[in-house]
Structure formats: C-alpha cells, structure tokens
C-alpha cells in the first residue's frame, strides 16, 4: 500500500498522502466500480489521469478505514464536490502526478490541495492573487504554489460556484520555512466573510495544504 504520509489532525479529521506506483490493472482489483465509476472513467482519456482517479479513491478508502467504516464509493454534487456513498462525514480530494491526496472530517467542510511548485504560475499570478497578495510572494515559486493550492482549499471547502480567487478568496501573509497555520478568509461581501485556519506540508517537491 502506497501510503507515504498519514496524519491526524484531531479526533475527527485526518489526511493521506498516496504515491500512484500502480497500474490500471492493479487498480482495478482494488475498487468496485459502479456504471457512474464506470462513466466517470470513460471521460478520462490520459492513463495517468485514470491511475490519479482510482488512487484518489483509494485514498479516502484508507482514511475510512482508519476510522472502521467502509468505502462505498463517491459521488458529486451539481458543483462537481465529491461526497462520501453512504457517508455523512465530509472528503476532498486532489492529485498531482505521482501523488494523490485526501482529507475527512466527520462533521464540517473540507478542502485539501497537492501542487508542485512550477515556472508557469508566474505567468498567471496577477489573474489569481490581490494586491496585498502579489506584494507579499513575489516571484518566489514556492510562496506562490502555496497560496494557489490555499485558495483552490477554500474555493472546495465552499464547493459552489460565483468565486474568483483574486476578489473572494483572502490569504494573508505567513512563514515559508515554519509550521505555523495559514489564516484565510472567503470573503462574501462588505463585512461578509468566513475565516479559516490552513496548514501546509512539502512533500517531495510538492506541496500539499489542507484547512484545519
């Protein structure tokens, strides 16, 4: 079993790291699919985006049985946010080649983000981040890959549309190299927002930053 980090956040969330070494035969004797699995798989062309899917799953498969309950399986919302089959407690879920990640928690939102930091987000930074935001990150790739994958945990923590990530969604600035929480805010309206406490971790060359 490919699990390279697990960690407990507190008695009622945790999160997984997954590294895909598997094929899609592999995969496939260790999740039962259903014909919406089955559709969700056909529109998936890339066979490392197919090997991303099924680990994706399989990753939440381990945080649920950590807690002693069975998988059934995912399904989405009209937003595309993944819930648990049979489940009332809440998952997010992401990956980026090699990795997949997965976060529960039994009784609120989740939201949990994998990136590797990259030159291109230089390119895009002014579209996704607020002033305040540029003036603190700069071009420094790993700031900006974190702030990225904070504001993606938000937007799914949310999991409705009408969002934009440079006017809704508020990180302030925070230590690259200490393991102190990110604070954050949805911001809905004027003396309107929700505030959030997230935390990030490299693995490998990849981040991977998740809410509290």
Avoid at 132 to 150: Q, T, Y
Avoid at 173 to 185: A, G, L, M, R, V
């Amino acid at each position: 079993m490919p699990i390279i980090k697990y960690e407990q956040i507190n008695a009622k969330s945790s999160w997984v790291i997954w590294r895909i070494d598997e094929t899609i035969e592999d995969f496939l004797q260790k999740v039962t699919l259903d014909e919406c699995d089955r559709n969700d798989l056909a529109r998936i062309r890339h066979t490392d985006k197919k090997r991303e899917w099924f680990s994706s799953r399989l990753a939440v498969k381990h945080l649920l049985g950590a807690r002693q309950l069975k998988f059934n399986g995912i399904k989405k919302d009209q937003f595309n946010k993944p819930f648990l089959k049979d489940h009332s407690s809440h998952i997010s879920i992401s990956h980026s080649f090699p990795y997949a990640a997965a976060i529960i928690h039994a009784e609120k939102p989740v939201g949990i983000d994998i990136e590797q930091p990259r030159t291109k987000i230089l390119s895009i930074a002014k579209k996704f981040l607020n002033e305040k935001e540029r003036d603190f990150a700069g071009d420094d790739l790993d700031i900006l890959s974190i702030l990225w994958s904070a504001k993606e945990v938000l937007y799914k923590i949310h999991g409705r549309k009408r969002l934009t990530f440079k006017h809704h969604l508020a990180i302030q600035p925070f230590e690259k190299n200490h393991d102190h929480p990110i604070s954050c805010s949805i911001i809905f309206g004027e003396d309107h927002f929700q505030s959030y406490q997230l935390k990030f971790q490299k693995i490998n060359a990849h981040y991977v930053v998740f809410n509290l």
